[in-house]
Nanobody, 131 residues
Framework: QRQLVESGGGLVQPGSSLRLSCAAS????????IGWFRQAPGKEREGVGC????????YYTGSVAGRFAISRDNARDAVYLQMDSLKPEDTAVYYC????????????????????????WGQGTQVTVSA
């Protein structure tokens, strides 16, 4: 059974960095896409970026491109979201999600993860950016 557990959230000041972790179990990352999503109070869940295990490709949405980076730790079956230059508008609950997917990462990958009924989701971790 696929399981995802996020960690690493917290309260930081604007301009700071955080690294979120998504620990995966019950499946092989090589055949999956891992997406990072976030949901702020009163807003819909939105995609942040994704990683595809088959080719190591990544994709980021415009609001975080250049500030966020996704990486994989093969030894720990984990995927990380490195967040730099954090802004107050990055405040949200961050979720990781996984589903079978081998094509190169793109906006369509994020959309598929968000809409598919077979996507597995973690429980989320809170990120608060405030002075």
């Amino acid at each position: 059974q696929r399981q995802l557990v996020e960690s690493g959230g917290g309260l930081v000041q604007p301009g700071s960095s955080l690294r979120l972790s998504c620990a995966a179990s019950g499946f092989a990352l090589d055949y999956y896409a891992i997406g990072w999503f976030r949901q702020a109070p009163g807003k819909e869940r939105e995609g942040v970026g994704c990683f595809v295990g088959s080719d190591g490709s990544t994709y980021y949405t415009g609001s975080v491109a250049g500030r966020f980076a996704i990486s994989r730790d093969n030894a720990r079956d984990a995927v990380y979201l490195q967040m730099d230059s954090l802004k107050p508008e990055d405040t949200a609950v961050y979720y990781c999600a996984a589903d079978l997917h081998t094509p190169t990462a793109s906006a369509r990958t994020l959309q598929s993860l968000r809409l598919s009924t077979s996507t597995s989701w973690g429980q989320g971790t809170q990120v608060t950016v405030s002075a």
